[in-house]
């Protein structure tokens, strides 16, 4: 197995393997920077780009010095690949180059916990699809009754929304609870104030490289190609604001007050070892949506974790994996662009809520607690079916590889009170 001269703890979930980007900066230097994240230390490649550790990559061209990652997510995979190849080299136990020179080494490895992480990207257009079978039949049962919870177009389709990229934060982050119009029982007139149904949803979200031609969409085998990384979303929500707006729309203010990304972007390439079948899907997708992969999706373990104000430790409260999906990051991309519309490096593309069969894996407190009807009790006895202020909630997610873990950190927030109404 693989090493890396910089310590890496066997649960740290970013050993040599893994090496996800980021953007940080620090209270020395405040101005954001792409780095790479090794154990408990970031990879300055800005000061590495200048000191010309990529130029067999791009030349005299500065790729990596930027304040986002856009440029470099826009130059495509062999460009990725290049660099990867680049940092394990120097990372790796049996390079003297970084290892045995202690003022490079100063320079360029900062203490992750010293660092302030930004958004990776910029991230101009964010897309949110419903991609769990799970969680639609869940929602569905709750809101149409079993014999239609489905809707017909689901099996045939990747249904998704166009979501608000402006309040895109990246974690850790405060939560402000939002303001809006409800109508719980029904009434002639509705009632303005805070939401009283705070909710997260455990998904994962794709942020695309190369983009494609207006116009001319992308082939569902080619799709991988235009996808730079993953990376762990919250898409915040607050239901009885959705339960009243929805029709015939969908959501709006209900989900656009915040959504939370993780810092750090797991490279396609360090996920390609756990890619894995997914469900079998039926009916047969049409022919643009068919995908000839016989591992189209990845075995990735996700968890949510709960912490109340009394609370010193943090509950589990569910348990799922990405390869529940219904519909692959490549469906949904092909079906996203089969109409011409052209995706940009930098956008978002999120899972949809990951929910498995099992009632301990549904990634949402509406399904979790069913939508009020049986809360959860958490370990101190209090009890939860929607989100209270001062809750914290955190996302984790990562694949076991063998001696290793390829994982993606925390994507945490916390649930602050609504301004007055």
């Known amino acids: 197995m693989q090493r ?3 310590p890496v ?26 780095g790479v994240r090794i154990g408990d230390f970031v990879l300055d490649l800005r000061e590495m780009e200048h000191r010309g550790f990529f130029r067999d990559v791009f030349g005299d061209e500065h790729v990596l010095c930027k304040r986002s990652l856009n440029k470099f997510m826009g130059r495509g995979r062999e460009a990725w690949r290049a660099v990867r190849r680049t940092l394990t080299q120097l990372l790796s136990e049996d390079c003297a180059t970084l290892r045995d020179d202690a003022a490079l080494r100063a320079a360029v490895l900062v203490p992750a916990e010293t660092v302030r992480m930004h958004l990776p990207c910029e991230i101009g257009d ?20 079993e014999a239609n919870a489905l809707l017909p177009n689901w099996t045939w389709l990747p249904v998704g929304y166009h979501g608000r990229s402006s309040s895109i ?34 998904e994962v979200g ?20 235009h996808v730079f990384g993953l990376v762990l979303v919250n898409d915040w929500s607050a239901r009885d604001i959705q339960k009243w707006e929805y029709v015939p729309l969908g959501p709006f203010l209900a989900k656009n007050f915040a959504t939370t990304i993780s810092p750090w972007v797991v490279p396609m390439e360090a996920l390609a070892p756990f890619a894995c079948a997914g469900p079998k899907q039926e009916p047969e997708p049409l022919a643009y949506l068919r995908d000839a992969s016989a591992a189209p999706t990845f ?17 589990v409260i569910c348990r799922t994996n990405f390869r529940n999906l219904y519909w692959s990051i490549a469906q949904q991309v092909a079906h996203h662009t ?11 593309l999120a899972s949809g809520t990951i929910s498995g069969a099992a009632a301990d894996s549904y990634g949402s407190l509406l399904e979790l607690a069913w939508r009020g009807e049986r809360p959860l009790t958490l370990s101190n006895g209090e009890k939860r ?17 063998v001696g290793y873990r390829v994982g993606f950190g925390e994507c945490s927030g916390r649930i602050t009170p609504a301004l007055s109404g």
């Open 4 to 6: 890396s001269f910089v």
């Open 9 to 34: 703890a066997a649960e740290s979930h970013f050993p040599i393997q893994n090496l996800p980007f980021g953007v940080f900066s620090t209270a020395e230097r405040p101005e954001p920077r792409i």
């Open 126 to 145: 964010y897309t949110d699809f419903y991609s769990s079978r799970e969680h639609a039949t869940n929602v569905g049962k709750m809101f149409r009754g």
């Open 169 to 202: 934060g990246v974690s850790p982050q405060e939560i402000r609870r939002p303001l809006g119009q409800s109508n719980p029982k029904d009434e002639p007139t509705p009632q303005f104030g805070p939401s009283r149904m705070m909710d997260f949803e455990l």
């Open 206 to 225: 794709a942020l695309i490289g190369p983009g494609n031609a207006q116009g001319e969409p992308i082939p569902v085998g080619a799709a991988l190609d």
């Open 299 to 315: 075995d990735i373990r996700l968890e949510a974790q709960l912490r109340t104000p009394t609370m010193r430790e943090w509950d």
């Open 338 to 348: 089969v109409g011409g519309c052209n995706l940009r490096p930098g956008d978002l």
């Open 385 to 401: 079916a929607s989100l209270q202020d001062g809750d914290e909630l955190t996302l984790s997610g990562w694949c076991d590889g």
